[in-house]
Every structure is written in structure tokens, then in C-alpha cells.
């Protein structure tokens, strides 16, 4: 069965220092990826996707995250975190499947900025 | 530039009473979901549809019925309203062109049932 696991429920970063939130996935089949980022109180914001092709993906904001196929991650990187990137973030695996396109979510890391 | 709307943003239900969530999406997208948020638990899809009359369960259904009747709206019906039903509710659409696209959210209804 597929699934996503973010290992980190909350972490904390001085602003100006990177960032990495873990992602794994299970699915048998090549994943479409994703990374979205929510704001208190509001909805879900794309940050960036991986269907194929280069296994580093650029996205919005300066994020940026690799596809590790041999490793099943997904990792979301930022070399400078600012103080607005305080958020909850979450990792989502496409599966694709002939009732339907389906997206599965991991529980999701909350980030804490702090000065 | 409206994306995907929903309504109402808040409500508070009392046991055993009804409810729809609104959607709408101009995007005219295909697909369409619901999903709950609740904490530390992430989004759990609760039905979705691939089309104008074709709806599928998701991993949490109970206690949930939805249509489809458009291309534009995907309606959630809350029958028998419990407390467990309390949550953030997101309804999102995508478009499936040989398997790409994305997930566009709504803002969200916080839903309260005492």
C-alpha cells in the first residue's frame, strides 16, 4: 500500500540557516511527488512537484527537493530559511490508478523560525 | 481569478444536525476531492470524483455523502452530524493529463459539531 511518512512532527531553525524536512514514500510504481506548504488558518499551497526527468526539482520561495529513488525520499531543502517560511509543511505521493487519481499525504512537519 | 471556493469558511453544528459543504472550481478541472484535516494526522480523503456524475469513496467515508452533478461543484453533505466530524475540511481539484497535475486547494471550513 502506498503511504508517506514525514519522520519529524515539529522543528525549530534560527532564521538564515538551512533547512531540510524529511519525506518517505512506499509505492510500487514510478511516484509523482509533491511538496505543499500551509499558512495558519489557510489552505494548501503548492511548492513544487516531481513527475520525472532531473531528480532535483526547483520550486517556489527557494525551495528546493530530490528524488532519491534507492532511498524512496523526498527530501525539502532551503539553504536560507526567512522568518515568513514558519509553517507547516507536507509531503504528497500521486498514485494513479484506473478508478482514479489519488493523493496521499504525510501527517506533516511543523516549522518554528526563530530570530 | 478564483481557483477553488468553498462555503461556509466556520460552522458550528449541534449533534444530529445536517450540513453541505459548499465547492466550486472555475478551473475546469476533472478531478475534485474532500478531505479532513485534523491534527497530526494530515489530510485524509474522504470521497473524490473523476467527472460530472462518477464519485468514489476515500479512506474515511462514513458519515459523509457527496454528487456530482457539474463539472464545477462537488458538494459534501454532513448527515447526522457526530462529534467526530469536527475538523478542517479542504475540497481540491487537479487536472489529469497522462497522470500530471497538481492539487488546487480552497481555503478550507472549520467545522465544530457539539
Known amino acids: 500500500a502506498q503511504s508517506v511518512t514525514q519522520p519529524d512532527i515539529h522543528i525549530t531553525v534560527s532564521e538564515g540557516a538551512s533547512l531540510e524536512l524529511r519525506c518517505n514514500y512506499s509505492y510500487g510504481a514510478t511516484p509523482y511527488l509533491f511538496w505543499y506548504v500551509q499558512s495558519p488558518g489557510q489552505g494548501l499551497q503548492l511548492l513544487l512537484k516531481y513527475f520525472s526527468g532531473d531528480t532535483l526539482v526547483q520550486g517556489i520561495k527557494g525551495f528546493e527537493a530530490e528524488f532519491k529513488r534507492s532511498q524512496s525520499s523526498f527530501n525539502l531543502r532551503k539553504p536560507s530559511v526567512h522568518w515568513s517560511d514558519a509553517a507547516e509543511y507536507f509531503c504528497a505521493v500521486k498514485t494513479l490508478r484506473d478508478t482514479g487519481n489519488q493523493f496521499y499525504f504525510g501527517t506533516g512537519t511543523s516549522l518554528t523560525v526563530i530570530p | 481569478n478564483a481557483g477553488v471556493t468553498q462555503t461556509p469558511k466556520f460552522r458550528i453544528l449541534k449533534i444530529g444536525q445536517s450540513m453541505t459543504l459548499q465547492c466550486t472550481q472555475d478551473m475546469n478541472h476533472n478531478y475534485m476531492y474532500w478531505y479532513r484535516q485534523d491534527p497530526g494526522m494530515g489530510l485524509k480523503l474522504i470521497y473524490y470524483s473523476v467527472g460530472a456524475g462518477i464519485t468514489d469513496k476515500g479512506e474515511v467515508p462514513n458519515g459523509y455523502n457527496v454528487s456530482r452533478s457539474t463539472t464545477e461543484d462537488f458538494p459534501l453533505r454532513l448527515e447526522l452530524a457526530a462529534p467526530s466530524q469536527t475538523s478542517v475540511y479542504f475540497c481540491?481539484?487537479?487536472?489529469?493529463?497522462?497522470?500530471?497535475?497538481?492539487?488546487?486547494f480552497g481555503e478550507g471550513s472549520r467545522l465544530t459539531v457539539l
Open positions: 481540491a481539484s487537479s487536472y489529469s493529463i497522462l497522470g500530471t497535475g497538481e492539487l488546487f
